[in-house]
C-alpha cells in the first residue's frame, strides 16, 4: 500500500549494457548470462526495496515502502531504433536511462544521443513545432549513465572489489564532456525536466551503485 512505481525507459546505442545494467536490477547474476542481441522492445519488473529505507525510524512509511520499477529495455541497434519512439510514446515513462560507453565512438555515441532526443520529442508529437511546445511543459527525467566505468583505466585493478576511483573518474567525465553540447540543447528544449549524470560498471560495480541510480530516481520524482 505504501508502494511507488518508478518507470524508466533504458536508451542507448547497441552494446553500451542496458541489458546488463536492467540484470543488476532483477539480481541475476550477470556472469551466467550469454550476451543476446535484443531486437525486441523488453519490459522488466522488479519490486526492489532501496537501501536508504534502513535509515529511516521504524514510524516511517519510507522504512517499509517498496519501488515497483517498470524497465523497458529498448533495442540499441541502429536498424530498430525507430522504435524508441513507439515506445516512449506507448509507455508512459517518469524518464529515461541513456546509457553510454567509453568504448564506443564518440560519433556513434552522438548519434544514440540525437536519436534519443529527436525520437522522444516524436514521441510527444509528430509536428515539431507542437512537439517544441510540449517540450516546454514536459516533466522528465534525463539521466545520463556512463556505463562500464571499468574499462576507463588502462592500469589493472581487480574486478572484484571495483569502485568508481577519482582517476577512473576523471576519463569518464572526459569521455562524457564531448557530449556537453548536446546535453545543452536537451536542457535547452525541456527547461522543466531533470538532468542527471551517473558512472557505473554494470557488470562489476557493487549492487550499493546500482541501488544509488534508483534512489537518484525517486528523488527526483518523489521528493523534489
Ligand atoms: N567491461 C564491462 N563490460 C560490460 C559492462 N556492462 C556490460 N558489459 C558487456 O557489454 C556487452 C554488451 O552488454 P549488453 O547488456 O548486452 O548491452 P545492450 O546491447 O546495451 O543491451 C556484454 O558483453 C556485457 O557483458 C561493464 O560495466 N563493463
Ligand atoms: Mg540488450
Known amino acids: 500500500m505504501f508502494d511507488r512505481k518508478i518507470r524508466i525507459s533504458i536508451l542507448g546505442n547497441t552494446g553500451v549494457g542496458k541489458t546488463t545494467l536492467i540484470d543488476r536490477m532483477k539480481g541475476t547474476d550477470v556472469r551466467t548470462i550469454k550476451s543476446k542481441k535484443s531486437y525486441q522492445i523488453n519490459i522488466e ?6 537501501q536508504s529505507s534502513d535509515s529511516y525510524p521504524w514510524y516511517h512509511p519510507e522504512a517499509y515502502r517498496k519501488y515497483q520499477i517498470l ?4 533495442p540499441g541497434e541502429i536498424k530498430y531504433r525507430r522504435q524508441w519512439r513507439e515506445v516512449l510514446r506507448a509507455f508512459n515513462t517518469d524518464g529515461m536511462l541513456f546509457l553510454l560507453d567509453p568504448q564506443q565512438s564518440i560519433e556513434i555515441t552522438r548519434i544514440a544521443m540525437e536519436d534519443a532526443y529527436n525520437y522522444f520529442l516524436d514521441s510527444l508529437d509528430l509536428n515539431p513545432e507542437r512537439a517544441d511546445e510540449k517540450a516546454k511543459t514536459k516533466k522528465y527525467i534525463f539521466h545520463f549513465v556512463v556505463n562500464k566505468c571499468d574499462t576507463c ?12 576511483s577519482p582517476e577512473i573518474k576523471d576519463q569518464a567525465v572526459e569521455f562524457l564532456s564531448q557530449f ?9 528544449t525541456f527547461p522543466r525536466s531533470k538532468f542527471g549524470i551517473s558512472y557505473i560498471s554494470a557488470l562489476y560495480s557493487p549492487y550499493s ?4 541510480l534508483f534512489e537518484i530516481l525517486k528523488v527526483y520524482l ?3
Not at 524497465?71 to 529498448?74: F, G, K, L
Not at 556537453?180 to 535547452?188: G, L, N
Open 180 to 188: 556537453a553540447s548536446i546535453m545543452d540543447i536537451f536542457k535547452e
Open 71 to 74: 524497465a523497458i529495455d529498448n
Open 153 to 164: 583505466v588502462s592500469t589493472s585493478y581487480s574486478a572484484k572489489d571495483f569502485h568508481i
Open 222 to 224: 518523489f521528493e523534489s
Open 209 to 212: 551503485e546500482i541501488n544509488k
Open 45 to 50: 519488473q522488479k519490486k526492489i526495496r532501496l
